[in-house]
């Protein structure tokens, strides 16, 4: 993937997939999340195909949230404080819209003319989660059993994980889909990852659905030192980037408070994109934006590499499907 001349996506009919009717895939921003990832997976192997086989590459696909998809796991995926965010009725929404990921099968089910991953690692919290995604998957796809790795754990730890063997082994290539519901990276984590020298990067950031209500306007910011973990900041520079001092005159006189900024949504993926520039080579500039059924932005989906190639073709994808809308 060094040289960015071979950049192309690959046609519908390099590829072979897994024929699953559109309704099990999930609801629309889960679907639209999922083609994206998965268009990237196809022009990811055509172009491994040549350079993984030239310079004998282990090429490995690690989602380090691969859950069950259940209600329950969706729930279950949020803390005690990101979870009085919620009305009941947006709970049941986004979970019936993620009721099954989908992106294993369809990465499992990608081949480029025979060519796909040599490992696929999954990993979860939620054990009983992942044991039924990995019955399900088996079953699916017996001819890659041996292929398929299950690791029940906490993401930040089994991440490192990876990144300790890639450093040992600097043949290998991976990429890695991060698909959190919440806050549960730590940016740590996205700077562990870097050291990584070939790699591709997808994280969905909950930039609406969670990130957003816990900067509440009265210029509180709620789960303080879990927003300083998921952005690799002290809070008072999470502060002063979400919020400005504005005077007004009151009977009293001068008063002094806290003001969110306009297009905080959008501000919140910007950051994200800011700070995984300083740590990754290639950064796409415009992610993903995934909305609800009320039009709300509620996830943007990010793309980081230390290939410009990578970069280009993850840009065209999200592009074409940001101008749709």
């Known amino acids: 993937m060094r040289k960015t001349k071979e950049y192309k996506l690959p046609e519908e009919g390099n590829t072979l997939m897994v024929n699953e009717p559109l309704k099990n895939w999930g609801g629309t921003w889960t679907e639209e999340k999922l083609d994206a990832f998965e268009k990237y997976v196809k022009a990811y192997l055509t172009i491994m195909k040549k350079y993984a086989t030239k310079n004998s590459w282990s090429l490995f696909y690690f989602d380090a949230f691969a859950g069950s998809g259940s209600r329950e796991t969706i729930i279950g995926g949020v803390n005690n404080c990101e979870a009085t965010l919620f009305e009941d009725d947006e709970i049941e929404e986004i979970a019936e819209q993620a009721s099954y990921k989908g992106a294993a099968e369809r990465v499992l089910g990608i081949e480029v003319d025979g060519f796909s991953f040599d490992y696929y690692y999954f990993i979860d919290k939620g054990e009983h989660s992942l044991q039924t995604l990995e019955k399900k998957l088996k079953s699916t796809f017996p001819n890659k059993v041996n292929c398929m790795a299950f690791k029940p754990g906490d993401a930040n730890e089994k991440i490192l994980e990876l990144v300790n063997y890639a450093k040992s082994h600097p043949k ?10 919440g806050m549960q990276l730590n940016w740590e984590t996205i700077q562990a990852l870097k050291d990584i020298g070939h790699i591709d990067l997808w994280i969905l950031v909950p930039s609406g659905v969670i990130i957003n209500r816990l900067l509440t306007r009265s ?12 952005f690799g900041m002290p809070i008072n520079e999470i502060q002063n980037y979400f919020y400005e001092q504005v005077t007004e005159q009151s009977l009293f006189g001068e008063i002094t408070r806290q003001q969110k900024r306009d297009n905080t949504i959008n501000k919140i993926a910007q950051l994200y994109i800011n700070l995984l520039g300083k740590e990754f080579s290639y950064v796409i500039k415009e992610p993903l934006v995934l909305k609800n059924s009320t039009n709300c932005p509620i996830f943007h989906f990010v793309f980081a590499s230390h290939n410009q190639t990578g970069v280009k073709i993850a840009s065209e994808i999200v592009g074409k499907k940001n101008r749709q809308k």
Do not use: H, N, Q, Y
């Open 219 to 230: 210029g509180k910011i709620l789960c303080p030192e879990r927003m300083e973990k998921s």
């Open 172 to 181: 290998c290539a991976a990429l890695v889909l991060l698909d959190p519901f």
